[in-house]
Every structure is written in structure tokens, then in C-alpha cells.
């Protein structure tokens, strides 16, 4: 059984929070049309970088200064693990499609990288120039060593590999494995072709011979030779079976909980290709893989409407979701749009604890008891686009009710009564929650990529971005108007709620007011929220009829002065920052 001591890996991170790694990000762009609006790199490392918010694909501009192709981008960021996309360009829609050798893995798509104290006191890490969307350097093959650790206990220092596969060889301390799914730990390198390695991985991060509780491999069977594992590269990619620590094969399973996925389907049309269930679990379950949404099907037994299927696995954090059908956003719109209540990076979760645990719940809802679906209805929805440069392809709409769901199925929005104010009327049934976004140009390459769950009107799409929410209510709806990126509009509500309203001096060089009127008394709020939709100042309480903005801590650039008074009505105004 894995034994993990958290709160050991907690002390290293804690006793890490001080030292500061320098990271090199590098792309080879010598085989695209570069964007005119740039190249870029997004992650999880961004705020720690001093961006202005994680996953932002505009704000982190990579530069090609000896003009060879090869775009950087140095940061200076804590020890850790971190993950990592490039974009040729600067909004979603445009970023790479990671190849599979490259992607973390457990249903996470995007690359990755770990960092210790060693990298801080020894330079640094220098990320491979990869050619973009590829997944090695040019002349060399990229290889994935993977391990499986299920049976041992993680030292505080966590995974490491080490060889002549690596540079600097032999290494350990440099080599950070990470976890790409339960118990199981992947490390990136890059070799020439045709040509054979040698490499183990470490418990810790130094030689057995060393003092503390590492532990290195001392392999045998037929994958071994010295101890070591033994690497055989040719001229394509190669992917190492995830053996278990210190064998040359995989681990016995040690199924430690009994998994049964049930879900109510009786308010749906149940695909003719069935209903599945997928997940960061499959492959450890037998399936084949990993988020493979034909491979796990459920049946329904008794004909009562709901589908089931029993798993066994090993305890520990896993995501899933159903399908209505056997392929992601199919032409039934088979991917399961988990509503916001019980959505975890765009999926469900499920925490395994030893013996039976079940998982029950009616398709897209948070309950095992279905609620039901409100009457079909239109939805009329509006966006405002006066901030921005419309695109020659026009403003789009595309969401979970589209056919086929979102980019494949969108809807082209046109310019209503008001001004710049986009609209699209759908008719929609179903679930009551749905998941939507717009687009500026084609919704193949661009869309929407406003943070929605920090500002409180969407959720997480599980791949570094976000999508807005609504719930029906069966009756014809016509949506409040919102800025593109944004929950709110400067038109959503009337300026007459606060009388006349002034901000002076705009562009503001370190403070500046707001003057409301408020002729109707209200208990008023503001938060300042920056062009990437980041909330950089929140729940400021506006205590007079001339309110003291302080700007002497924020960038230069355009921000959105969010005003709400006790009925939740809200009114947004811009500020500009030299």
C-alpha cells in the first residue's frame, strides 16, 4: 500500500518557499508563420512570475533576440511543480496542441516541469528548445521514463532519475520526476537517435551511498543490466512502461477500494453508442488508457434508467466524467458539462477511501436524485464589444447546447438595438446549467479567455481555461449584456442608480477619485479588476461621495472599477493607469 508523509512533503515545501529557481523557457519557431501578435507561454507558474494571473495566454511575451527561430522567456519562480503551454499568438484558440509523449498526463494535456532547491544553487533550469506543437528538440528523440511507486514510501525529496539519458549524467538531483497520475512518476529527456542508455530513478534526490533515506534502484531482470535499466532508442519517440520501482515489470495491483459509478439518465436521449464514464483511473482499471471516452461503458441492468459500472482501484484523488456516448463533443454533445456546484477543474472528483465507496448522480447534476429539467425555452445572449476590435469573421456564440457542442456547432451573433452589443437567441433544452463563451473571429482559433472563476460567473474547463455559466429557468430569457472577458458591462446598469458618476484624474499616476452621486443611499462596493480579468483589489467599501482610489501599486494599463450596492446590482467603469 502507498504511504505518502504529507506533512513531511509539506515541511520541504514550506522550508523551499524562499529560494527562487531561474527558468528558461524556449520554443522553436522556425517551422510556423510566427503571429503578428507574438509568441507567448502560459502556465501555473505565472503569478509566482509576477504576471498578472495564472494561465494567461497574453502576458507572458516570449522574445527572439539573435533572430535563429528560438523564442525565451527567463522567469524567476519558487521550487515546485509546474506546467506549461506555448501560443503562437496571444489568446486560446491559438495555443499548441501538446503531443501525447509530452503531456503530464492523468487527463492533464498540458507540458510540465519540476524544480528543486538544487536547480536554485545550480543555475537554474534551461527548458530543451521543442519545436513547436512537437515534442523534442530538432535531432534528437524525445523520451518519457516512467516509473511506478505504488509500493514505496516518497521521500521527503520526492522522485528522481538519473543516467547517461540526461545531461548532466548521472545526476539525481536534477532529474525531478513528476506524478502523472496515482503512484505513478514521468520525467521528459531528449537523446540523439540510434543509440542505447543507461538510467535509474531515485527515491530522494541523492545516491543511496549518501546520507538520509534515499534509495536508488538496483534493477534486475531482463529490462537491467548493472543495476541500472537500459534504454534502446531508434529514430522515433519512446515511452517507457511505468514498471514498478526496482523490477522490470509492473506492479501487482493493489486495489485497496471497490468503485461503482452510477448515473441517471432518465431525463436524458440516451446515445445510441451508450453511456461511458471516463477518467484519470482507466488505464490503472484496465481500460487501455487514460480519458478514453469509449472505453469504460455502463450498462443499465434492471431497465430503471440508471447506468452502472464497477472499477477497482487503488485509494487516493481521481477525475472523471460521464459521457452520453463514446467520443468527446460528438454530435449528441456527449461531453458531460459538469455543473458549477460540483466542478473541479472541469471535472468531477472522487476521493477513494479502502473498500466500497459509490459515486451516484443524476448526468450533468451534483445529485444522485435527478431535479427536473426545466420546460425547452430561448435564451437570448449579449455581449459588448466596444472594447475591442471586432475580427473580420465576426462575434460568435458556442457552448454546451450547441450542436455539435461548442466550436463545431457555434453560432454567429449579430448586432442588436444597442450599439456594438452582439446577440444570439437560442432555443435550448435539457439540463438546467449550461456552459457558454463567445468568440471574437473564427471559433476555431480564438475565443474568450477571462478568467470567469475569479470574477463569479463561470467555472474551469480543465484545460487552463474557463468557461461562463447559467442556469435556465424554462421560461424565455433574455441575458444581462457583459463585456467580452468580463461578468459585467458598463451597460448592464444605468448610471441613474448612482447619479452622476466622475473618476478623475483619468489616466491616474497614483491616486485618483470616484465621485457617485448615490442619490438613492446604497451600501456601495467596488473591486478593481485588470484586463486579464484578475481581481486585484476586492470588497473596497465606498464610504463617501468622494472615494480615494489607490493606484501607485498596479502596472500601467487599463482596469475595470466594478461598483455593486446591496442588491447586487452592479455598474462597471474603466481606469486608466500611466
Known sequence: MRKIYLLAVSALIGASAMAQVSVTFRVDMNDQVVSSDGVHVAGNWQDDAGFPGEWQPGTSEMTDANTDGIY????????GQYEFKYINGNAWGSDEGVPTISQKGGGNINRFFGITDWHAS??????????????????KVAVRLQIDMINQTIAPEGVHVAG?????????????????SNSKYAFLTYVNPSATYNYKFINGDFWTSGTGAAQDENVVGACAS?????????????????????VCDLCA?????????????????????????AGDWQAEAGFGGDWQP????????????????????????????????????????SNEPVPAACNVAGNRQMELVEGQNIFEFCYNQCTAACITNPDAANITFRVHM?????????????????????????IQMSVGSTPNVYEATVLIEGSADIRFKFANGAPTSTEENGNFTELGCGVSNGIGGWDRTHTRSGQDEVLNIV?????????????????????YPNPSSGVSFIELENPNSHSLRMSIVDITGKVVNENLLITSNRFEIKTSSLSPGLYFLNVVNERSERAVYKLMVK
Not at 122 to 139: D, E, F, M, R
Not at 231 to 239: E, F, G, P, R, W
Not at 302 to 307: F, L, T, V
Request: aromatic fraction near 10%.
Open 294 to 333: 469509449g472505453a469504460s461503458q455502463m450498462l443499465d441492468g434492471d431497465g430503471d434508467g440508471i447506468y452502472e459500472l464497477t472499477v477497482e482501484l487503488v485509494t487516493g484523488t481521481y477525475a472523471y466524467k460521464f459521457i452520453n456516448g463514446n467520443a468527446w463533443d460528438g454530435a449528441d454533445n
Open 72 to 79: 525565451e522567456l527567463n522567469v524567476t519562480i519558487p521550487p
Open 253 to 277: 495491483p493493489v486495489f485497496q477500494a471497490t468503485v461503482i459509478f452510477k448515473v441517471n439518465m432518465t431525463q436524458e436521449t440516451v446515445s445510441p453508442n451508450g453511456v461511458h464514464v
Open 122 to 139: 545550480n543555475g537554474g533550469l534551461t527548458l530543451p528548445a521543442i519545436k513547436y506543437a512537437g515534442s523534442s528538440p530538432v535531432g
Open 386 to 410: 466596444g472594447n475591442e476590435t471586432v475580427a473580420p469573421e465576426g462575434v460568435w456564440l458556442m457552448g454546451s447546447f450547441t450542436s455539435p457542442a461548442w466550436q463545431s456547432g457555434a
Open 164 to 180: 547517461d539519458a540526461i545531461e548532466p549524467t548521472w545526476t539525481p538531483e536534477y532529474g525531478t520526476a513528476t506524478e502523472s
Open 226 to 246: 548493472g543495476g541500472n535499466r537500459v534504454l534502446v532508442v531508434a529514430t522515433s519517440d519512446v515511452t517507457t512502461d511505468a514498471n514498478c520501482f526496482g
Open 483 to 503: 463585456d467580452y472577458n468580463l461578468c459585467t458591462s458598463i451597460l448592464s446598469v444605468a448610471n441613474a442608480e448612482y447619479g452622476q458618476v466622475r473618476i
